[in-house]
Protein backbone atom coordinates (compact mmCIF):
# COMPACT_ATOMS: atom_id res chain seq x y z
CA UNK A 1 0.00 0.00 0.00
CA UNK A 2 2.53 3.14 -1.39
CA UNK A 3 0.27 5.02 -3.39
CA UNK A 4 1.21 8.24 -4.83
CA UNK A 5 3.08 11.18 -2.77
CA UNK A 6 1.39 14.56 -2.35
CA UNK A 7 3.78 16.05 0.21
CA UNK A 8 4.62 15.96 3.89
CA UNK A 9 3.46 17.59 7.57
CA UNK A 10 5.99 18.12 10.03
CA UNK A 11 8.30 15.32 8.82
CA UNK A 12 5.59 13.07 7.44
CA UNK A 13 5.25 11.57 4.20
CA UNK A 14 1.74 11.80 3.20
CA UNK A 15 0.69 9.38 0.38
CA UNK A 16 -2.62 8.40 -0.97
CA UNK A 17 -3.58 4.85 -2.15
CA UNK A 18 -5.82 4.58 -5.17
CA UNK A 19 -8.43 3.33 -3.77
CA UNK A 20 -9.02 6.51 -1.66
CA UNK A 21 -10.18 7.92 -4.73
CA UNK A 22 -13.37 5.85 -5.07
CA UNK A 23 -14.21 6.61 -1.05
CA UNK A 24 -13.79 10.22 -1.82
CA UNK A 25 -16.63 10.49 -4.71
CA UNK A 26 -19.04 8.14 -2.91
CA UNK A 27 -18.20 9.96 0.11
CA UNK A 28 -19.19 13.77 -1.63
CA UNK A 29 -21.92 11.91 -3.97
CA UNK A 30 -23.87 10.52 -0.56
CA UNK A 31 -23.57 13.99 0.97
CA UNK A 32 -24.04 16.16 -1.84
CA UNK A 33 -27.27 13.90 -3.25
CA UNK A 34 -28.42 12.20 -0.02
CA UNK A 35 -27.19 13.10 3.80
CA UNK A 36 -27.68 16.81 3.06
CA UNK A 37 -31.08 17.43 0.65
CA UNK A 38 -32.63 14.96 3.34
CA UNK A 39 -31.88 16.69 6.25
CA UNK A 40 -32.02 20.89 4.90
CA UNK A 41 -34.68 20.58 1.68
CA UNK A 42 -35.17 23.53 -0.42
CA UNK A 43 -31.32 24.76 -0.88
CA UNK A 44 -30.35 24.55 -4.16
CA UNK A 45 -28.27 21.79 -6.27
CA UNK A 46 -24.92 23.78 -6.05
CA UNK A 47 -25.10 24.75 -1.98
CA UNK A 48 -25.67 21.05 -1.68
CA UNK A 49 -22.59 20.38 -3.66
CA UNK A 50 -20.71 22.68 -2.03
CA UNK A 51 -21.30 21.36 1.21
CA UNK A 52 -20.69 18.14 0.28
CA UNK A 53 -17.10 18.92 -0.91
CA UNK A 54 -16.58 20.75 2.24
CA UNK A 55 -17.19 18.21 4.20
CA UNK A 56 -15.67 15.66 2.45
CA UNK A 57 -12.47 17.42 2.32
CA UNK A 58 -12.59 17.94 6.56
CA UNK A 59 -13.40 14.47 7.32
CA UNK A 60 -10.21 13.34 5.58
CA UNK A 61 -8.30 15.65 7.17
CA UNK A 62 -9.57 14.57 10.55
CA UNK A 63 -8.70 11.04 9.42
CA UNK A 64 -5.18 12.33 8.60
CA UNK A 65 -5.49 14.01 12.27
CA UNK A 66 -6.41 11.04 14.15
CA UNK A 67 -3.02 9.16 11.60
CA UNK A 68 -0.53 11.96 12.56
CA UNK A 69 -1.38 12.22 16.35
CA UNK A 70 -0.68 8.19 16.48
CA UNK A 71 2.59 9.52 14.35
CA UNK A 72 3.69 11.62 16.45
CA UNK A 73 3.49 10.04 19.84
CA UNK A 74 5.07 6.80 17.98
CA UNK A 75 8.10 9.36 16.92
CA UNK A 76 8.22 10.42 20.66
CA UNK A 77 8.54 7.02 21.70
CA UNK A 78 11.98 6.51 19.54
CA UNK A 79 10.13 4.62 16.69
CA UNK A 80 10.66 5.76 13.15
CA UNK A 81 7.58 6.90 11.24
CA UNK A 82 7.99 6.69 7.15
CA UNK A 83 5.10 8.98 7.20
CA UNK A 84 0.80 7.86 6.55
CA UNK A 85 -1.18 6.56 3.91
CA UNK A 86 -4.69 7.37 3.13
CA UNK A 87 -6.87 4.34 1.47
CA UNK A 88 -10.21 3.28 1.33
CA UNK A 89 -11.21 2.31 4.54
CA UNK A 90 -9.56 5.28 6.31
CA UNK A 91 -5.50 5.47 7.00
CA UNK A 92 -2.37 3.89 8.44
CA UNK A 93 0.83 5.26 9.64
CA UNK A 94 3.72 3.38 7.89
CA UNK A 95 6.13 2.67 10.76
CA UNK A 96 9.51 0.67 9.91
CA UNK A 97 9.03 -1.40 14.07
CA UNK A 98 6.34 -1.80 16.76
CA UNK A 99 6.47 -0.56 20.31
CA UNK A 100 8.88 -2.35 22.34
CA UNK A 101 6.90 -2.67 25.30
CA UNK A 102 2.78 -2.40 26.24
CA UNK A 103 3.03 0.81 28.29
CA UNK A 104 4.02 2.59 24.41
CA UNK A 105 1.71 0.67 22.36
CA UNK A 106 -1.19 1.62 24.53
CA UNK A 107 -0.02 5.60 24.19
CA UNK A 108 0.38 5.50 20.63
CA UNK A 109 -2.83 3.26 20.15
CA UNK A 110 -5.24 5.64 22.57
CA UNK A 111 -4.27 9.20 20.84
CA UNK A 112 -6.52 7.80 18.09
CA UNK A 113 -9.70 7.81 18.93
CA UNK A 114 -9.32 10.70 21.87
CA UNK A 115 -8.64 13.10 18.86
CA UNK A 116 -11.38 11.80 16.76
CA UNK A 117 -13.62 12.63 20.30
CA UNK A 118 -11.61 16.27 20.27
CA UNK A 119 -12.66 16.50 16.74
CA UNK A 120 -16.41 15.43 17.33
CA UNK A 121 -16.25 17.77 20.45
CA UNK A 122 -14.87 20.92 18.64
CA UNK A 123 -17.64 20.45 15.71
CA UNK A 124 -19.97 19.72 17.50
CA UNK A 125 -19.47 23.29 19.23
CA UNK A 126 -19.66 25.07 16.17
CA UNK A 127 -22.99 23.21 15.55
CA UNK A 128 -24.22 24.58 18.96
CA UNK A 129 -23.13 28.13 18.55
CA UNK A 130 -24.18 28.45 15.37
CA UNK A 131 -27.41 27.15 15.67
CA UNK A 132 -28.08 29.57 18.77
CA UNK A 133 -26.99 32.19 17.25
CA UNK A 134 -28.89 31.35 13.64
CA UNK A 135 -26.07 30.70 11.14
CA UNK A 136 -27.35 29.36 7.75
CA UNK A 137 -27.41 25.39 7.63
CA UNK A 138 -25.22 25.85 4.97
CA UNK A 139 -22.78 26.28 8.14
CA UNK A 140 -24.47 24.18 10.78
CA UNK A 141 -25.30 21.20 8.56
CA UNK A 142 -21.84 20.88 7.37
CA UNK A 143 -20.67 20.92 11.33
CA UNK A 144 -23.16 18.51 12.78
CA UNK A 145 -21.91 15.90 10.00
CA UNK A 146 -18.29 16.04 11.28
CA UNK A 147 -19.30 16.10 14.90
CA UNK A 148 -21.10 13.03 14.18
CA UNK A 149 -18.60 11.06 11.56
CA UNK A 150 -15.46 11.41 14.08
CA UNK A 151 -17.63 10.21 17.03
CA UNK A 152 -18.27 7.54 15.21
CA UNK A 153 -14.68 7.07 13.67
CA UNK A 154 -13.38 7.18 17.39
CA UNK A 155 -16.11 4.49 19.03
CA UNK A 156 -15.69 2.03 15.77
CA UNK A 157 -12.12 2.36 16.63
CA UNK A 158 -12.47 1.12 19.88
CA UNK A 159 -13.81 -2.27 19.42
CA UNK A 160 -11.32 -4.61 20.84
CA UNK A 161 -10.44 -5.93 17.14
CA UNK A 162 -7.06 -6.09 16.24
CA UNK A 163 -5.48 -4.03 14.36
CA UNK A 164 -8.29 -1.01 15.48
CA UNK A 165 -7.16 0.89 17.89
CA UNK A 166 -9.09 -0.71 20.36
CA UNK A 167 -7.82 -3.81 19.58
CA UNK A 168 -4.18 -2.37 20.05
CA UNK A 169 -4.99 -1.23 23.49
CA UNK A 170 -6.80 -4.59 24.19
CA UNK A 171 -3.20 -6.09 23.41
CA UNK A 172 -1.40 -3.93 25.20
CA UNK A 173 -3.41 -4.64 28.09
CA UNK A 174 -3.09 -8.53 27.58
CA UNK A 175 0.83 -8.00 26.71
CA UNK A 176 0.91 -6.11 30.09
CA UNK A 177 -0.90 -9.34 32.13
CA UNK A 178 1.03 -11.94 30.04
CA UNK A 179 4.21 -10.50 29.60
CA UNK A 180 3.83 -12.35 26.43
CA UNK A 181 3.62 -10.30 22.74
CA UNK A 182 2.78 -13.07 21.07
CA UNK A 183 -0.10 -14.72 22.42
CA UNK A 184 -1.46 -11.21 23.07
CA UNK A 185 -1.76 -10.70 19.46
CA UNK A 186 -3.13 -13.91 18.82
CA UNK A 187 -5.68 -13.16 21.10
CA UNK A 188 -6.57 -9.77 19.67
CA UNK A 189 -6.41 -11.00 15.85
CA UNK A 190 -9.13 -13.53 17.03
CA UNK A 191 -11.05 -10.67 18.51
CA UNK A 192 -10.77 -8.64 15.08
CA UNK A 193 -11.78 -11.82 13.24
CA UNK A 194 -14.64 -12.06 15.27
CA UNK A 195 -15.55 -8.28 14.66
CA UNK A 196 -14.90 -9.42 11.35
CA UNK A 197 -17.65 -11.59 11.24
CA UNK A 198 -20.13 -9.94 13.07
CA UNK A 199 -19.77 -6.91 10.56
CA UNK A 200 -20.21 -9.24 7.62
CA UNK A 201 -23.17 -10.85 9.09
CA UNK A 202 -24.92 -7.63 10.27
CA UNK A 203 -24.08 -6.78 6.22
CA UNK A 204 -26.19 -9.18 4.87
CA UNK A 205 -28.78 -8.56 6.87
CA UNK A 206 -28.52 -5.32 5.76
CA UNK A 207 -28.97 -6.34 2.16
CA UNK A 208 -31.83 -8.60 3.15
CA UNK A 209 -33.48 -5.66 4.86
CA UNK A 210 -32.88 -3.85 1.86
CA UNK A 211 -30.59 -1.48 2.74
CA UNK A 212 -28.31 -2.59 -0.26
CA UNK A 213 -25.58 0.36 -0.10
CA UNK A 214 -25.22 0.01 3.88
CA UNK A 215 -25.00 -3.60 3.87
CA UNK A 216 -22.55 -3.54 1.08
CA UNK A 217 -20.32 -1.36 3.24
CA UNK A 218 -20.52 -3.52 6.36
CA UNK A 219 -19.54 -6.74 4.16
CA UNK A 220 -16.80 -4.70 2.56
CA UNK A 221 -15.47 -3.37 6.33
CA UNK A 222 -15.88 -6.54 7.51
CA UNK A 223 -13.85 -8.30 5.03
CA UNK A 224 -11.47 -5.78 4.84
CA UNK A 225 -10.92 -6.38 8.39
CA UNK A 226 -10.62 -9.71 8.60
CA UNK A 227 -7.62 -10.20 6.31
CA UNK A 228 -6.02 -7.09 8.74
CA UNK A 229 -6.54 -9.02 11.61
CA UNK A 230 -5.10 -12.39 9.90
CA UNK A 231 -1.88 -10.36 7.83
CA UNK A 232 -0.95 -8.13 11.72
CA UNK A 233 -0.66 -12.14 13.64
CA UNK A 234 1.54 -13.00 10.84
CA UNK A 235 3.71 -9.94 10.79
CA UNK A 236 3.83 -10.50 14.50
CA UNK A 237 4.61 -14.42 13.59
CA UNK A 238 6.96 -13.58 11.34
CA UNK A 239 8.86 -10.84 13.87
CA UNK A 240 9.23 -13.00 16.53
CA UNK A 241 10.53 -15.84 14.41
CA UNK A 242 13.47 -13.77 13.62
CA UNK A 243 14.11 -11.87 17.05
CA UNK A 244 17.80 -12.38 17.13
CA UNK A 245 18.31 -13.93 13.44
CA UNK A 246 21.66 -12.85 11.62
CA UNK A 247 21.55 -12.47 7.90
CA UNK A 248 24.03 -15.45 7.70
CA UNK A 249 21.98 -17.96 9.18
CA UNK A 250 19.16 -16.85 6.01
CA UNK A 251 21.33 -16.49 3.02
CA UNK A 252 22.20 -18.33 0.55
CA UNK A 253 25.71 -18.50 0.59
CA UNK A 254 28.00 -17.48 -2.70
CA UNK A 255 25.44 -17.11 -5.00
CA UNK A 256 25.89 -17.16 -9.25
CA UNK A 257 26.91 -13.32 -10.25
CA UNK A 258 26.87 -11.45 -13.79
CA UNK A 259 28.82 -9.31 -14.94
CA UNK A 260 27.88 -5.55 -15.23
CA UNK A 261 28.96 -4.99 -18.91
CA UNK A 262 26.38 -8.41 -19.77
CA UNK A 263 23.71 -6.85 -22.61
CA UNK A 264 20.51 -7.75 -21.00
CA UNK A 265 20.04 -10.01 -24.44
CA UNK A 266 22.93 -12.25 -22.98
CA UNK A 267 21.77 -11.82 -19.64
CA UNK A 268 18.24 -13.76 -20.73
CA UNK A 269 19.77 -16.09 -23.02
CA UNK A 270 22.69 -17.58 -20.81
CA UNK A 271 21.29 -16.68 -17.30
CA UNK A 272 17.24 -16.48 -16.81
CA UNK A 273 16.21 -19.14 -19.75
CA UNK A 274 19.31 -21.01 -18.41
CA UNK A 275 18.68 -20.51 -14.65
CA UNK A 276 15.60 -20.92 -12.06
CA UNK A 277 16.90 -17.84 -10.31
CA UNK A 278 14.86 -14.72 -10.81
CA UNK A 279 17.48 -12.42 -9.75
CA UNK A 280 21.23 -12.51 -10.08
CA UNK A 281 23.85 -10.35 -7.61
CA UNK A 282 25.30 -7.87 -10.04
CA UNK A 283 29.67 -7.67 -9.90
CA UNK A 284 32.89 -5.44 -11.46
CA UNK A 285 36.03 -6.68 -10.91
CA UNK A 286 34.93 -9.09 -8.46
CA UNK A 287 32.82 -6.75 -6.15
CA UNK A 288 29.01 -6.60 -6.09
CA UNK A 289 27.35 -3.72 -7.14
CA UNK A 290 24.12 -4.17 -7.46
CA UNK A 291 21.33 -6.74 -8.48
CA UNK A 292 19.75 -7.30 -11.37
CA UNK A 293 16.34 -9.01 -11.31
CA UNK A 294 13.79 -10.32 -14.41
CA UNK A 295 11.43 -7.93 -13.49
CA UNK A 296 13.64 -4.80 -14.25
CA UNK A 297 14.38 -6.72 -17.87
CA UNK A 298 11.03 -7.36 -18.69
CA UNK A 299 10.26 -3.38 -18.23
CA UNK A 300 12.86 -2.67 -20.87
CA UNK A 301 11.77 -2.69 -24.67
CA UNK A 302 12.97 -5.98 -26.06
CA UNK A 303 14.51 -4.34 -28.93
CA UNK A 304 16.83 -2.30 -26.68
CA UNK A 305 18.18 -5.77 -25.03
CA UNK A 306 20.89 -5.92 -27.78
CA UNK A 307 22.85 -2.88 -26.15
CA UNK A 308 21.91 -1.70 -23.06
CA UNK A 309 23.85 -3.47 -20.28
CA UNK A 310 23.13 -4.94 -16.63
CA UNK A 311 24.74 -1.98 -14.87
CA UNK A 312 22.28 0.65 -17.21
CA UNK A 313 19.49 -1.44 -15.55
CA UNK A 314 20.54 -2.76 -12.51
CA UNK A 315 19.51 -1.67 -8.66
CA UNK A 316 22.83 0.07 -7.08
CA UNK A 317 23.80 -1.25 -4.05
CA UNK A 318 23.93 2.65 -2.65
CA UNK A 319 19.67 1.54 -2.74
CA UNK A 320 19.59 -0.30 0.65
CA UNK A 321 19.96 -3.94 -1.44
CA UNK A 322 23.11 -4.67 0.50
CA UNK A 323 23.31 -6.27 4.22
CA UNK A 324 26.45 -7.40 6.86
CA UNK A 325 26.41 -10.78 7.65
CA UNK A 326 25.93 -10.08 11.13
CA UNK A 327 23.00 -8.18 10.98
CA UNK A 328 19.89 -8.54 12.88
CA UNK A 329 17.19 -9.68 10.14
CA UNK A 330 14.85 -7.11 11.47
CA UNK A 331 16.56 -4.45 9.78
CA UNK A 332 17.17 -6.61 6.43
CA UNK A 333 13.30 -7.12 6.25
CA UNK A 334 13.29 -3.25 6.45
CA UNK A 335 15.75 -3.07 3.84
CA UNK A 336 14.12 -5.82 1.71
CA UNK A 337 10.39 -3.67 1.58
CA UNK A 338 12.39 -0.27 0.79
CA UNK A 339 14.31 -1.52 -1.92
CA UNK A 340 11.08 -2.50 -3.67
CA UNK A 341 13.01 -6.02 -4.96
CA UNK A 342 12.52 -8.18 -1.85
CA UNK A 343 15.74 -8.76 -2.34
CA UNK A 344 19.61 -7.99 -0.52
CA UNK A 345 23.26 -8.76 -1.24
CA UNK A 346 24.98 -10.08 1.81
CA UNK A 347 28.47 -8.56 1.93
CA UNK A 348 31.99 -8.18 4.10
CA UNK A 349 34.52 -5.98 3.23
CA UNK A 350 33.71 -5.54 -0.40
CA UNK A 351 33.22 -9.13 -0.88
CA UNK A 352 29.67 -10.79 -1.99
CA UNK A 353 28.91 -13.76 0.81
CA UNK A 354 25.14 -14.49 -0.25
CA UNK A 355 22.49 -13.19 -1.23
CA UNK A 356 18.68 -13.56 1.21
CA UNK A 357 15.09 -13.27 -1.10
CA UNK A 358 11.96 -13.11 0.10
CA UNK A 359 12.07 -17.18 -0.93
CA UNK A 360 14.97 -17.93 1.55
CA UNK A 361 13.07 -16.02 4.42
CA UNK A 362 10.11 -18.01 3.78
CA UNK A 363 12.27 -21.35 3.97
CA UNK A 364 13.57 -20.68 6.91
CA UNK A 365 10.07 -19.96 8.89
CA UNK A 366 8.51 -23.10 7.09
CA UNK A 367 11.45 -25.00 8.18
CA UNK A 368 11.62 -23.13 11.84
CA UNK A 369 7.85 -24.33 11.91
CA UNK A 370 8.27 -28.20 10.70
CA UNK A 371 10.83 -28.02 13.21
CA UNK A 372 9.05 -26.84 15.96
CA UNK A 373 5.94 -29.37 15.26
CA UNK A 374 8.38 -32.02 15.36
CA UNK A 375 9.94 -31.32 18.88
CA UNK A 376 6.63 -30.37 20.19
Known amino acids: MQGFRVG ?19 VLWTLSAGLFPANYPGLSSATYFGMGLVATLLFFASLLAHELSHSFVARSKGIPVEGITLFIFGGVSRTRMEAENPGDEFQIAIIGPLTSVLLAAFFGLIWFVGRNAGWSVVVTGVASYLASINLILAIFNMLPGFPLDGGRVFRSILWKYTGNKKKATQIASS ?15 ELFSSALLGGLWLILIGWFLYNAAEASYEEILVRTSLEGVKAREIMTPYPETVNADLTLQDLVDKYFLSRRYQSFPVTQDSHPIGIITLNQVKDVPREEWVYRTVKDTMIPTDKRVIARPEEEMSQVLEKMQESGVRRVLVTQNSSLKGIITANDVASWLQRQRDLGRQMG
Open 8 to 26: SIFGFEIRIDLSWLLIVFL
Open 191 to 205: GGKWLAYLLIALGFW
